[in-house]
Each structure stands twice: as structure tokens, then as C-alpha cells.
């Protein structure tokens, strides 16, 4: 390895794209050696479905810089990418997707703003290769996230990024449970860039974040990044508190000063079922907030690893 020559890691999590590592680390290398720096390619296999450990292996033993980490079952997106973050060594670490709609040639672009004097660079999918939805999804996603945590965010920005070291070390401290990366990064408020690249149409598979697990993503990071929907709880709390009494009094003054007699059951029920449907609610949000308490306070590790390509004795 050349003194002079920085040492780029570039991390990818790998679910569902088998036929996409070999290209994908060939781009990958050609990139970084244009650069020049020297590289490490490091693969984790979340338990993708289609085998991709066997792919990974192969490729680690045709170019020992290709470096693979195996799940011992399936723990998610930014799990992955924190196991692999966790590994990397590079003076700059490079995040990115395996389905290769990030470009990989994108990488000297945002080495090059980088060097700008910036520790941390996200690329910004302009024109999103994505479907509808996808692309619909994640501009509610933002907008909802924003509003519950009072932060302007862009919805063309993801996980693909280059962040210098200093960044990756501090990275490693945050072992919340709840996991989304450019969010993390983004709180730790380094000085970060931004930089336009093109963004290509998903080559093989489908994403695996349909309708239900996206709302189980949003709400994890509204829910560790802010405790706004129990502040919001406890004022509506207040305001209906505030209605009622209100309306008890008016309906005592139409008693006892107007003798108007207050009838209707039904308005009765209808308030009962009401009330208790917003008791159910709070108590939802509050519940949640517990279990994520109750998920941290397990202090279970956030991956565990079933086989990495390294020999034992430089297993870390």
C-alpha cells in the first residue's frame, strides 16, 4: 500500500442482487484505482435469499481486497451497513447499494467534492431511476420525519455517501438498536457536502421495502430521533381536557339557570367510544416508546456473524 495513497473502503449491504457483485466490485475497483488510492470492497450478506455468500467468497478469492461478512440471519439494511462499517479501515469509507443504481463510478465524484474540504459527502439522486411509489413513498417519509423532528431533510439523498474516517470512528459509538445511516450521520453534524450524481434504474430483483415494512421504517426513526408525538399526545390531551370542561360548564348553566334539560344517550356513547379510542391511542404511542426502551435496555449486539473471508487470526 503507497504511503501517499489514501485507503478507500467501500461498504455495501447485500440483499437480493447476487448477479450484480461481480460487476459491481469490478466498477467499483476500476474507480478507486483511477483515483488513485488503494481500496478494500467490503460485502455484507444479510442473508439474501438467492446465496450470495457463495458469490461473495469466490470473489474474495480472486482479489483478496474484496472482503465479505456473512449474517448469521437477517437483520436489516443499516445493521449491515453498521457491520461493515465496523470492519472498514479506509481514510474514507464509502456507503453504498448493491443493486447498482448507485453508479460506482459516481465514487470519484464524491471523492473528488470531498477533497473540498468536506467530512462528510452525500450524492443526490436528481432524476430518481425508481418506481412511483418508491419515489412517492420517500418523499412522505421525509416530510412526515421533518415534521415530527423539526429538520429540513432531502428526499434525494440515501445511503450513498463518502465520509472520512474521523466520522466512521465516531459512528461506531452510536449502537442504537433503531438504525438509519444517513440520519445518524446527518445528526452528527460534520461538515457536509452535497453533490449531484445520476442515478440508474435497479438492474436485478425488486426492493424489498414494500408498504408495511417503509411505515415500520418511518415510524423507528421518528420514534429515535424524537419524542415529538408525545408532546403532541400530551397537548391534544390538554386541549380536550380543556373542551370538555368547557362544555360541562355550559351544559350546568343550561341546567340549573336555563332549566333546559340536556338529553341524548346516543351523544353519550358516541363520546365514551370516542374518548376511549384516543386513551387506546396515547397509550399506543406511549407503548411504543417503551419497547424501544425495552429493546435498548437488552443490550442485544446488533448483528451477529456467522463467517467473514478474513483467516481467523485477523478476524477483529
Not at 123 to 137: L, M
Not at 204 to 219: Q, W
Not at 246 to 253: A, K, Q, R, T
Request: charged residues 25%; neutral net charge.
Amino acid at each position: 500500500m503507497g504511503k501517499d495513497r489514501p485507503l478507500i473502503s467501500t461498504v455495501v449491504p447485500v440483499y437480493g442482487c447476487k448477479n450484480c457483485l461481480k460487476e459491481l466490485s469490478g466498477r467499483i475497483i476500476d474507480t478507486i484505482e483511477s483515483i488513485p488510492a488503494d481500496l478494500e470492497i467490503i460485502l455484507v450478506n444479510d442473508a439474501s435469499p438467492d446465496n450470495a455468500w457463495d458469490t461473495i467468497k469466490a470473489l474474495h478469492e480472486a482479489d483478496n481486497r474484496i472482503k465479505g461478512i456473512d449474517f448469521a440471519r437477517n437483520f436489516g439494511q443499516h445493521h449491515a451497513i453498521t457491520a461493515g462499517l465496523d470492519y472498514a479501515a479506509g481514510d474514507w469509507v464509502v456507503v453504498m447499494d448493491c443493486d447498482l443504481q448507485d453508479r460506482p463510478e459516481e465514487i470519484q465524484t464524491l471523492y473528488k467534492k470531498a477533497q473540498e474540504g468536506y467530512e462528510v459527502v452525500f450524492a443526490n439522486r436528481v432524476v430518481r431511476q425508481d418506481n412511483w411509489f418508491k419515489r412517492k413513498a420517500s418523499q412522505l417519509f421525509y416530510r412526515v420525519y421533518d415534521y415530527f423532528s423539526g429538520k429540513t431533510s432531502d428526499h434525494t439523498v440515501a445511503n450513498f455517501s463518502i465520509s472520512e474516517k474521523k466520522v466512521i470512528r465516531e459512528f461506531r459509538q452510536m449502537r442504537e438498536q433503531n438504525r438509519f445511516f444517513p440520519l445518524f450521520i446527518q445528526w452528527m453534524g460534520y461538515k457536509t457536502g452535497n453533490v449531484p450524481v445520476e442515478h440508474n434504474a435497479r438492474k436485478e430483483g425488486k426492493t424489498s421495502y414494500n408498504l408495511k415494512k417503509l411505515i415500520t421504517l418511518a415510524t423507528d426513526a421518528i420514534i429515535s430521533q424524537s419524542n415529538k408525538p408525545l408532546r403532541l399526545s400530551i397537548q391534544f390531551g390538554f386541549l380536550l381536557a380543556l373542551g370538555s370542561l368547557v362544555y360541562g360548564m355550559y351544559l350546568f348553566i343550561r341546567y340549573f339557570f336555563l332549566d333546559q334539560h340536556v338529553q341524548g344517550w346516543t351523544s353519550v356513547m358516541v363520546s365514551i367510544y370516542f374518548i376511549g379510542g384516543l386513551i387506546f391511542f396515547n397509550f399506543g404511542v406511549l407503548g411504543l416508546y417503551i419497547g424501544k426502551i425495552f429493546n435498548e435496555t437488552k443490550d442485544r449486539p446488533l448483528y451477529l456473524i456467522r463467517e467473514t473471508t478474513e483467516d481467523k487470526d485477523e478476524e477483529r
